[in-house]
C-alpha cells in the first residue's frame, strides 16, 4: 500500500462520513449534490456506478429511486458501511457493494449508464491518475451515457479557514500555502479537521482533465457555492423560508465562473459522445 493510500484510509477510520453530511454545511453538500444528480442521472431504473461511494449515502438514495446502483471504494470500513445500510433498505437494496479502484474498475466496457466519482477526484494527486480514473469511467459507460466527478476548490482551505479561525494556527497557515502554490494538499498535523491527502482543483482544471479522458465536458458547478461560509448557517437551513431562498441564490450561481472557486466542493459534468 502506497503511504497515500494509508494516509487516507487512516482518515477515513478517524472520521465518519455519513455523519459530515448531516451536519452544518454538510447538509448543503448533501442537498445541492442531491438535486444536481437529479437533473443530470437518466431516469431510473438506469444502472450506475457510484465510485468512491463511501458509506453509500448516495447509492442508498439512488437505490431507494429506483436505480441498480453498484458502489465502489477504496475504503473496505466504507464498503461494510454501504452494505449495512443497504440492508436496512428491504426491496431497494443496492445492486452491489466491493472494494476497489477508480483507476482500474473491475467492470465490462459500455455497462452503465452512468458513472459517480464523487470522491477519487480529490484523493488522487497525480493528474495522470486523475485522468486514468475518468477514462476508467468512459470505458465503463455506454455512448451517450454521463459521468458526474467532484472536486475540492483550490481555495477551500483559505476561505474555510478565514471563517472558523484555522488560519491562527501556523500549521495550517502553511498547509493553506500550499493549496494556494500546487493544488496539493497535506495535512502533516494529527488534527483531522485538516483533512487528509488530496488535490484541490482549480476550477479551470477540471474540463482539460475530462477532455484528455476522451470525454465532453458539459458543466462544471459549484455546489455550496458561497454559502457554506455563512456564520449562521445553521439559522438559515433551519428555516424553511431561508433555506428556500438559499437554494434558490445557489442556482442562480452556481454556473457563474467568477465565483465557483468560492464552493468548497464542485461538480463536473461530462458526456461519453464516441
Known amino acids: 500500500m502506497e503511504k ?16 459530515r453530511l448531516s451536519r452544518g454545511a454538510g447538509q448543503l453538500e448533501l442537498a445541492r449534490t442531491q438535486e444536481l ?8 431504473p438506469a444502472e450506475v456506478l457510484d465510485v468512491g461511494g463511501g458509506p453509500g449515502i448516495y447509492a442508498c438514495w439512488l437505490a431507494q429511486r429506483g436505480y441498480q446502483v453498484h458502489l465502489i ?3 473496505p470500513l466504507h464498503v461494510e458501511q454501504a452494505l449495512g445500510a443497504s440492508r436496512e433498505m428491504p426491496g431497494t437494496q443496492l445492486a ?7 483507476r ?3 467492470r465490462s466496457d459500455a455497462s452503465a449508464d452512468a458513472v459517480l466519482l464523487l470522491g477519487p477526484l480529490y484523493h488522487l494527486t497525480e493528474r495522470a491518475d486523475r485522468v486514468q480514473a475518468l477514462r476508467e469511467a468512459r470505458r465503463t459507460l455506454r455512448r451517450g451515457a454521463v459521468v458526474i466527478a467532484a472536486a475540492i476548490s483550490r481555495f477551500a482551505s ?18 493553506v500555502e500550499r493549496d494556494l502554490r500546487d493544488g496539493q494538499h497535506r495535512n502533516v498535523t494529527n488534527n483531522p479537521a485538516y483533512f487528509t491527502t488530496a488535490f484541490f482543483h482549480h476550477p479551470n482544471e477540471l474540463a482539460g482533465e475530462i477532455r484528455e479522458a476522451g470525454l465532453q465536458h458539459e458543466a462544471t458547478l459549484a455546489v455550496e457555492g458561497p454559502a457554506w461560509l455563512l456564520q449562521d448557517f445553521d439559522a438559515h437551513w433551519n428555516d424553511p423560508a431561508r433555506r428556500a431562498r438559499l437554494l434558490t441564490a445557489l442556482r442562480a450561481l452556481e454556473a457563474e465562473p467568477s465565483l465557483l472557486g468560492a464552493s468548497a466542493h464542485l461538480l463536473a459534468v461530462a458526456r461519453k459522445t464516441t
Open 4 to 19: 497515500t493510500d494509508a494516509d487516507i484510509l487512516g482518515h477515513y477510520e478517524m472520521v465518519t462520513e455519513a455523519e
Open 96 to 102: 452491489g457493494a466491493e472494494v476497489g479502484d477508480a
Open 37 to 44: 444528480l437529479t437533473r443530470f442521472l437518466p431516469p431510473p
Open 73 to 75: 471504494d477504496i475504503v
Open 158 to 175: 483559505l476561505l474555510g479557514g478565514l471563517v472558523d479561525g484555522s488560519l491562527d494556527d501556523p500549521q495550517f497557515a502553511r498547509i
Open 104 to 106: 482500474k474498475l473491475k
